[in-house]
């Protein structure tokens, strides 16, 4: 019979369902498949990871993971909750709340950019997780000291953490999407002004400035530090900070 998710989830928690079996022990762990899961992960993308590549990777059965996992959906929770469990996080010390959320950004950021598969599962049973849960608990602290309520605390770091997840998006996939961008630009800005000839005034003007600027007609790095700066000031207008 499968175990509930949220038991797999919370397998090492001293009150988790099965801790005190007897019996031989397993060849490998629950931990185990998941962290062997997340290899595979990093390695070719969340395609490459099924049951059956899995199974072989681990010399094992399919069957014998599915007694650990349940099935490739629950996997994916599994591997999230693990990857949240995993990330380092930042110490606030007596830092004010907008250098916290920068950190708090930058490390969501540097976790996106280690294990890009996290941006292909949106699944909202991971929020249940014991790593899921720790990391909301130590982002909520972003805002320690602040005026903000309960709701608009939560609300304020998920605008947050939206940004960031955009943005990985863009970070992390459009290095290898199109090799040497720089050189195509440069060969070829020339010649589209040629075909443009005076149609769309304002995006040649515009765009002729920012890529010139960005030798490309997209910097993901300068839209990261322009976007981030944007957001914490936005948020600026909620918070007060106490004198």
Do not use: C
């Not at 990391?135 to 304020?156: M, S």
């Not at 605008?159 to 998006?169: K, N, P």
């Not at 040629?194 to 040649?204: R, S």
Request: charged residues 20%; without cysteine; neutral net charge.
């Amino acid at each position: 019979m499968p175990r509930p998710l949220i038991d797999l989830m919370w397998r090492d928690s001293p009150g988790a369902p099965g801790g005190g079996r007897r019996g031989p022990k397993a060849r490998y762990s629950t931990g185990d498949i998941v962290s062997k899961a997340i290899d595979i992960a990093d390695a070719g993308g969340l395609a490459a990871v099924t049951v059956r590549g899995l199974a072989q990777a681990l010399d094992m059965t399919a069957m014998s993971v599915y007694t650990h996992v349940n099935s490739r959906d629950d996997l994916l929770v599994l591997m999230a909750d693990h990857a949240y469990a995993q990330m380092p996080k930042a110490s606030f010390g007596r830092s004010a709340w907008h250098t916290r959320a920068r950190r708090v950004a930058e490390d969501n950021l540097a976790l996106l950019s280690a294990h890009a598969w996290l941006l292909d599962i949106d699944d909202p049973r991971t929020a249940l997780g014991p790593g899921t849960i720790a990391k909301y608990d130590h982002e909520l602290r972003i805002f320690d000291g602040t005026t903000l309520n309960d709701l608009h605390r939560d609300a304020a770091l998920t605008f947050l953490l939206d940004f960031v997840r955009s943005s990985a998006g863009r970070i992390v996939r459009t290095p290898s999407s199109v090799p040497d961008f720089g050189a195509f630009w440069e060969q070829s800005a020339h010649r589209l002004a040629k075909y443009l000839a005076d149609d769309f005034p304002l995006a040649q003007r515009v765009g002729g400035v920012a890529g010139e600027a960005m030798n490309a007609p997209y910097d993901a790095a300068q839209a990261w530090e322009f976007g981030l700066a944007r957001v914490i000031a936005g948020l600026a207008g909620l918070i007060s900070q106490p004198t």
